[in-house]
T-cell receptor, first 113, second 110 residues
């Protein structure tokens, strides 16, 4: 059974640019949730995708958007990057939209300069 | 928004000692979860609590869901070096969103 994978591992972008992060869910999981984890903080819920539809969103602006594909992998897109977007971005997959049985990937470290 | 207050912020203990950390909230949660995160990895679920008053163990770890549904604690008995990491509590709110605390950093002296 393959776990949750994320790519890239880390990247550096400039303020104002756009970025796409990718997540492959654990085999058999149809739900992906994305989190932002700033240094020294706990993860903050961005949004969840269930069967290719957004199924809940945290307190993040519309420049944070996502997609889920038929194979349940997912992308997180962030437009007009700001310095405060520098963080570890985690995705987690689960068998359904009930979040407690979710498995996290290792994250993508984004640095915005 | 909802916040979870986790304490202590960090702990530096001797190997073999017991550890206790807790989490409080001004809001009610229907599920409490405890995660551990190690460097370069995502959080790993340690214990899930589904019912007020519930006490659950997972090896040397024991966690309780407070009776008011606004708090939870995690105990680790007889700590070992591999217990090092950041421990997060998280509550599942009525909108089915996970709200995380800021974490407790645990360091163990061997």
């Amino acid at each position: 059974e393959t776990g949750v994978t994320q790519s890239p591992t880390h990247l550096i972008k400039t303020r104002g640019q756009q970025v796409t992060l990718r997540c492959s869910s654990q085999s058999g999981h149809n739900t992906v949730s994305w989190y932002q984890q700033a240094l020294g903080q706990g993860p903050q819920f961005i949004f969840q995708y269930y069967r290719e539809e957004e199924n809940g969103r945290g307190n993040f602006p519309p420049r944070f958007s996502g997609l889920q594909f038929p194979n349940y992998s997912s992308e997180l897109n962030v437009n007009a990057l700001e310095l405060d977007d520098s963080a570890l971005y985690l995705c987690a997959s689960s068998l359904g939209p009930v979040l407690y049985e979710q498995y996290f990937g290792p994250g993508t470290r984004l640095t915005v300069t | 928004g909802q916040q979870l207050n986790q304490s202590p912020q960090s702990m530096f203990i001797q190997e073999g000692e017991d550890v206790s950390m807790n989490c409080t909230s001004s809001s009610i949660f229907n599920t409490w979860l405890w995660y551990k995160q190690e460097p370069g990895e995502g959080p790993v679920l340690l214990i899930a609590l589904y019912k007020a008053g519930e006490l659950t163990s997972n090896g040397r770890l024991t966690a309780q869901f407070g009776i008011t549904r606004k708090d939870s604690f995690l105990n680790i008995s007889a700590s070992i070096p591999s217990d090092v990491g950041i421990y997060f509590c998280a509550g599942l709110d009525e909108g089915n969103k996970l709200v995380f605390g800021a974490g407790t950093i645990l360091r163990v002296k061997s």
